[in-house]
């Protein structure tokens, strides 16, 4: 597949220059007001909320200009191009539990590197059934609204890019790309303190900011995109991969209040989270293709 450099550079400027400009009008004021620098207002979360939410729909968007840029005519032919089909349901269940495996095995590398499991947080005096109720909800949500949220991202990076550079890439280099880009994509968030400063959690240990954030957080971005790869290459369907990334975002805050340490360690997005999806999804991988190939 060859394509020239405007439908990359247009895909590249519309999922970057509006999110970036949302980010430093809108969503860091908001985040401020959330993560306990300001009073939190509940117009403040709704402010929030619905502001990530259109940024994660921005690299669907870009996909769309830069398909358009290339010459794909038609907005079926476009989604087609994009992966957008209907899923075996086999696949959506293993996109459902391969980040849990995920997070899972991130709990024992997180005490390894000097952390310990403890409930923390708002569910620090929570019982068991209501934990368990909790990581239910948390898998159903990514199988339904928070996959239609995630879609919007996966249709730029698990879609458009996907597509761009399957044919010049190996997969490891591949992963490490498009996590990279996924990770920078969140840049002004993460730098601030998104997913490492969290209010509820802040009795679960220290939290950050600054680059050292941005760069931990690009590495559970590459660990992930090692899992949902995979996903996306075998089932043939970008829908799969949003399923996946649906779940992160419905059992992230759970399995964060599981651990007690710092935010750069342990989950949502510390470096046990990244390293353990690197192994989950290498392994995954693995099997995928041997399972194909056979």
């Known amino acids: 597949m060859e394509t020239g450099w405007k439908g990359p550079a247009t895909f590249m400027l519309v999922a970057f220059a509006p999110a970036y400009i949302l980010d430093y009008t809108i969503a860091l004021d908001l985040l401020a007001k959330t993560q ?4 939190v207002t509940l117009k403040a979360e709704i402010g929030l909320v619905g502001a990530l939410l259109a940024r994660m729909w921005l690299p669907a968007i870009a996909s769309l200009a830069a398909l358009h840029v290339e010459g794909v005519v038609g907005l079926r032919r476009k989604l087609k191009a994009l992966g957008l089909r209907e899923p075996r349901t086999v696949w959506v269940m293993l996109a459902a539990l391969l980040p849990l495996a995920g997070f899972t095995v991130s709990i024992p590398l997180s005490i390894l590197l ?15 059934p209501f934990i368990i109720i909790m990581l239910v909800l948390g898998v159903v949500a990514g199988l339904t609204v ?7 991202e996966e249709l730029g990076w698990r879609g458009y890019l996907y597509r761009l550079l399957r ?7 591949l992963v490490l790309v498009i996590g990279v880009v996924w990770g920078l994509w969140h840049a002004p968030l993460i730098y601030w303190g998104y997913n490492y400063t969290i209010t509820p959690l802040s009795s679960c240990g220290p939290p950050a900011r600054g680059w050292i954030a941005l760069a931990v957080f690009t590495l559970s971005t590459v660990g992930l995109t090692s899992v949902l790869i ?10 799969v991969p949003a399923v996946a990334h649906g779940t992160v975002n419905g059992v992230a805050g759970l399995y ?20 353990s999806m690197l192994l989950v ?4 991988g693995w099997w995928a293709s041997r399972g194909r190939g056979g």
């Open 256 to 275: 964060a209040s599981l651990v007690v340490g710092s935010r750069l360690v342990a989950p949502p997005a510390g470096v046990a989270v990244g390293v």
């Open 36 to 39: 306990g620098i300001e009073t």
């Open 167 to 173: 044919p010049r890439l190996s997969t490891p280099l």
């Open 230 to 239: 995979p996903l996306r290459e075998h089932s043939g369907s970008v829908v």
């Open 146 to 152: 928070n996959a239609v949220a995630a879609l919007g």
């Open 281 to 284: 999804g290498s392994l995954f």
């Open 114 to 128: 000097g952390c310990k499991v403890e409930v923390c947080g708002p569910l620090s005096l929570a019982p068991l």
